[in-house]
């Protein structure tokens, strides 16, 4: 029972953050909901017994993709300001 | 116009509901495993002594789709690392030094993460994981390396002899397969040893440890690549 609530609670967060990635005016907070994302996607695979695919989502969807959005805004940001 | 994109979002939306109705009213939940999954059940800890059973259908059964996979990520490294190459020249950064609570913490964080990477992708044949996510534990260790020293240069040197001399024995590892034992990429071409313990599976811990080798080098390089081009236009 608690962890069919903890699973509806996650969604419910991933739910807000995938909102809030697509929504909000800064892309750097866009990125690190994204990021959040991964990591909640990251638990609820444990909790359906899936540890390898866990492991994979949180190294590369909240470590590797938002280090490398970073480097991109960054690129991006001083092109901009070039212009 | 309005109307006419209305009316498709409507019959989209209504071709979805249906589908999904249709789906929910034939589902039935199987009670037994279809006839692969209940060979492997069955037969894999016997015939690949690996106590993980993923590791042993994606490292020995499945051989050849790993080499695949390994092939699309090296091909993504190349890939990027041509289109990122820059003149020699220009890549004189100038950048800040890190702040004292990034080059601090990392100095702890970063040998302990390295440290978890290469347990997993040692252990891939007793607790979950493997090569691709230990080479990626491996490659978020390197972003905090790049973050931490960043006035230092890294040469891609290091990396491209690892991801080449794992890569190359890999495949060799795949060959003696067929020489020796049943096929391509079989493990048993070393002795299977106890079941359980740490130098057991055959061969399955040696080519995961390459593969994991092999996915942390070209990760850190596409990441080492990324690192580079930051702030390179300001020198010119």
Known sequence: MIQILLLIVMSVIMLVMAFIAIHHKSLQVAVIASGIISLFASVIYIFLAAPDVAITEASIGSALTVGIFFYILNKIRHEDIKK | ?236
């Open chain 2, 1 to 236: 116009m309005k109307i006419l994109r209305n009316s498709a979002l409507l019959l989209i939306v209504g071709f979805m509901a249906w589908m999904m109705i249709h789906l929910y009213g034939q589902y039935e939940s199987r009670d037994a495993l279809n006839p692969v999954a209940e060979y492997y059940a069955v037969n894999g800890p016997e015939e690949t002594g690996a106590a993980n059973l993923v590791t042993s259908i994606v490292v020995t059964y499945r051989g050849l789709d790993t080499l695949g996979e390994v092939t699309i990520l090296f091909l993504t490294a190349a890939i990027i690392g041509l289109l990122l190459r820059t003149e020699k020249g220009s890549r004189k950064k100038s950048v800040r030094e890190s702040s004292e609570f990034l080059s601090t913490a990392s100095g702890i964080l970063i040998p302990v993460i390295t440290l978890i990477g290469i347990y997993i992708f040692m252990n891939g044949h007793l607790t979950p994981g493997g090569g691709f996510q230990g080479g990626a534990v491996l490659a978020s260790s390197f972003i905090l390396v790049l973050l931490a020293i960043s006035n230092k240069r890294i040469g891609h040197r290091l990396l491209d002899y690892t991801e080449a001399i794992s890569g190359i024995s890999f495949i060799l590892l795949g060959i003696l397969g067929i020489l020796l034992a049943g096929g391509f990429l079989d493990n048993r071409i070393l002795p299977l040893g106890n079941f359980g313990t740490l130098f057991s599976a055959g061969a399955i811990p040696v080519i995961y440890s390459l593969i994991g080798l092999k996915v942390g080098a070209e990760l850190s390089n596409v990441i080492l690549e990324l690192n580079q081009i930051q702030g390179e236009e300001e020198e010119l």
